[in-house]
């Protein structure tokens, strides 16, 4: 016999305060952050909220090159940070972690 009913007799109504378009706005602060961290990344998104490909074509070159600025400044100072614990760890890492992952495209089916 299906029912709706739980185990302990209760039928939950889920109708009202469910509804998937309006679960985000009531949420708490804290809880939106959080999904917003997940949802909207900070590379994808911009401080309003809009997708960068949603922008106008000024704006959007502007944001991925900030970013690209940012990331760009990232990556070398680890490269730098390397270079200085062992000048060849670079190499050893790129090779470790992107020739040798790359070389078994080929191998596959």
């Known amino acids: 016999m299906a029912t709706d009913r739980m ?3 209760f039928v939950p109504d889920t109708r009202a305060h469910m509804n ?5 706005h009531s ?3 804290n809880e939106r952050q ?3 961290y997940l949802l909207k990344p900070d590379d994808s998104y911009n401080a309003d909220g809009i997708y960068w490909a949603d922008l106008p074509l000024a704006q959007r070159v502007k944001f991925v090159s900030s970013y690209d600025g940012q990331e760009a ?3 070398l100072k680890t490269i730098g940070a390397m270079t200085k614990k062992d000048p060849l760890s ?3 890492y790129y090779f470790k972690n ?3 992952p ?4 080929g191998l596959e089916g």
């Not at 998937?20 to 985000?24: E, M, R, S």
């Open 7 to 9: 185990d302990n007799g």
């Open 90 to 92: 670079p190499i050893a």
């Open 98 to 100: 992107m020739i040798l």
């Open 20 to 24: 998937p378009t309006n679960a985000a």
């Open 73 to 75: 400044a990232r990556e």
């Open 102 to 105: 790359g070389a078994g495209l």
């Open 34 to 36: 959080i999904f917003d």
């Open 27 to 29: 949420l708490p602060p």
